[in-house]
């Protein structure tokens, strides 16, 4: 069952020539030469390395309200580029109170944190 549609958002070092732009756009990003010089899928390294001016990463908006403050969130303009959230349900039409409770639960929860992750982009002025 979808719950949410998730758009990518940038995440980018204080001082980037991209931070100041309301919003990014997938082409502006490709004008670089780029060298992967570390993997992680730890999610406080990626920040911590875009935060020190290492690189930048992408950032689903559910997470937004999480990204350490010291990292700059840009809209990514990039048509299909998002994630889908979803539940998954048992088979078949019968569906347990328990499994609506918690679709309603995951629904709420989805909606605070895009409000939360909006709020976000407010206050950093985009």
């Given at each position: 069952m979808p719950l949410l549609e998730d758009p990518l958002h940038i995440g980018l070092p204080p001082g980037h020539p991209l931070a100041g732009q309301a919003h990014v756009r997938l082409a502006d990003l490709v004008g670089f030469e780029h060298e992967i010089a570390f993997r992680t899928d730890d999610r406080s390294a990626v920040e911590g390395l875009v935060?020190?001016?290492?690189?930048?990463?992408l950032f689903p908006l559910l997470t937004l309200p999480a990204v350490r403050p010291d990292v700059v969130v840009r809209p990514l303009v990039a048509h299909g580029l998002s994630?889908?959230?979803?539940?998954?349900?048992?088979?078949?039409?019968?569906?347990?109170?328990?499994?609506?409770?918690?679709?309603?639960?995951?629904?709420?929860?989805?909606?605070?944190?895009?409000?939360?992750?909006t709020s976000r982009l407010r206050r950093q002025g985009r």
């Open positions: 935060a020190a001016g290492v690189g930048v990463a994630r889908q959230v979803r539940a998954a349900l048992p088979p078949g039409a019968y569906r347990p109170p328990a499994a609506t409770a918690m679709i309603d639960l995951l629904g709420g929860i989805c909606r605070t944190l895009q409000a939360e992750a």
